[in-house]
């Protein structure tokens, strides 16, 4: 929580310590959405300059610092993908080899505490995997999925229990 | 409600990988207001997003954070930046009336601000006794506690069936003394209650012997204080032996200056 309350009172090395955390994480979510590196980097300084300026709407009781971060930053990528005319990412949809295409080019950065999450994904069922990669990074709806994988819209949301469960299991 | 089912159904977990329309949003947020466990779930749901969100992380090039502080200190200067006059009659005379309601506006606001700080300074006044106050009270609980505990363990320590207590009847030099140690052999714990031996000379003390087969043994001087003063660990000793000393005390008694003595 000190985080939150350095944020709320404009204090710019607590800025700096919150970005060298969570920008990584953040970008990697922004990129996997928009698929492309450089425009992903514009959006997460934007993202950054909004969290900066609003922290104080930032309410703990609500969920976790992190999460509220993360919406800013998926909120802005699905405004700029829609003035850009992608669609919010939908296009892709049946070219899931994009979200892989170069391992070597997104997980690109190494840190050492988080070598072992890295490891400890790859145990995930790859459908579940999937199922998690098309809401989480690419912005999918409930609906969005339930069309893009052709099962019922109730299935999408136990069958997203399920993996996340397992994900908490792993972890 | 049974928040089993509602929590199983998977609605959390499109929450918080923020796949929900806003109308569903509120609806969870207001869930987990209400439900406790259904708080908790979403807060584990989170955090395995937020590892799995680690576990993909992307580090962004120099130019973000450079970008981001310029921009932050950019909009910090424009809110301090004052708007130039410009020139023209119309836009004088409105400029005019905008500053004599600035200064009317001034003027309140100095007179509210004279206000508060006399109250402020009244409130913090009063803070500040309300403070040593308290630092007073706390000082004298500390005392009265480190006293009581005190007087707790020399009771405890008199109480022990060890620990005889020895009367030293007074000497020639002062007859109508009396001074009583209490001793526990076992321990060699020593304590002395000497109230009405006689007030010692300026620059003078007195100070306890053991005496172990005739020969003294410092034992440890002393104030005239109230109560039972510890003196130091004997483990031996035949009689014990009150003699007046120069402050501080004397490596070997001044027998000349033999107050009270008791044997064991």
């Not at chain 2, 506690?145 to 405890?156: C, H, I, V």
Request: with cysteine.
């Amino acid at each position: 929580m000190a985080y939150i309350r350095g944020l709320q009172s404009g204090d710019t090395e607590v800025l700096k310590t919150v970005y060298e955390r969570y920008a990584p994480a953040l970008l990697g979510v922004i990129s996997r959405m928009v698929q492309d590196d450089y425009l992903a980097e514009d959006i997460l300084q934007e993202a950054f300059v909004k969290i900066w300026h609003n922290a104080s709407a930032y309410d703990a009781s609500k969920g976790r610092l992190f999460t509220w971060m993360l919406n800013i930053c998926r909120n802005l990528t699905i405004d700029k993908m829609r003035s850009r005319g992608y669609k919010a990412g939908k296009a892709t949809v049946m070219d899931e080899t994009r979200l892989y295409e170069d391992p070597g080019k997104i997980y690109d950065a190494i840190r050492p505490e988080t070598i072992g999450l890295r490891e400890m994904v790859d145990k995930l069922k790859p459908e579940w995997k999937e199922l998690i990669d098309l809401i989480y990074f690419k912005g999918f709806t409930q609906q969005e999925v339930a069309e893009a994988l052709n099962m019922p819209l109730g299935t999408v949301k136990t069958r997203l229990r399920s993996a996340i469960q397992e994900l908490r299991t792993i972890f | 409600m049974d928040t089993k089912d509602y929590i199983s159904s998977g609605i959390l977990e499109l929450y918080v990988t923020g796949a929900l329309t806003e109308a569903e949003r509120l609806e969870v947020e207001k869930m987990a207001r209400l439900y406790r466990e259904v708080k908790q779930e979403l807060e584990s749901i989170e955090m395995a997003m937020e590892d799995y969100a680690f576990a993909h992380e992307k580090t962004p090039s120099p130019r973000v954070l450079e970008g981001i502080l310029n921009n932050i200190e950019k909009t910090e200067n424009e809110q301090v930046k004052i708007l130039p006059m410009s020139g023209g009659s119309r836009l004088y005379s409105r400029f005019r009336m905008l500053a004599f309601a600035a200064s009317i506006l001034l003027f309140l606001s100095m007179v509210t601000n004279i206000y508060y700080y006399s109250r402020y300074q009244r409130v913090s006044g009063e803070l500040a006794d309300l403070r040593d106050d308290n630092t007073f009270l706390t000082d004298q609980y500390k005392s009265l506690k480190a006293n009581y505990n005190g007087m707790e363990k020399e009771m405890a320590m008199l109480h022990d069936p060890a620990m005889i207590a020895l009367t030293m009847k007074g000497t020639a030099m002062s007859p109508a003394s009396t001074s009583i140690v209490y001793w526990n052999k076992g321990t060699g714990d020593l304590y002395l209650n000497a109230n009405n031996l006689p007030k010692p000379a300026d620059g003078m003390q007195y100070q306890l012997w053991a005496l172990v087969e005739g020969k003294p043994v410092d034992a440890g001087v002393f104030t005239m204080d109230e109560g039972i003063h510890q003196m130091k660990l004997i483990h031996e000793a035949d009689a014990f032996a009150v003699t007046l000393e120069p402050m501080g005390g004397s490596v070997s008694p001044t027998l000349q200056q033999l107050y009270v003595m008791g044997g064991v």
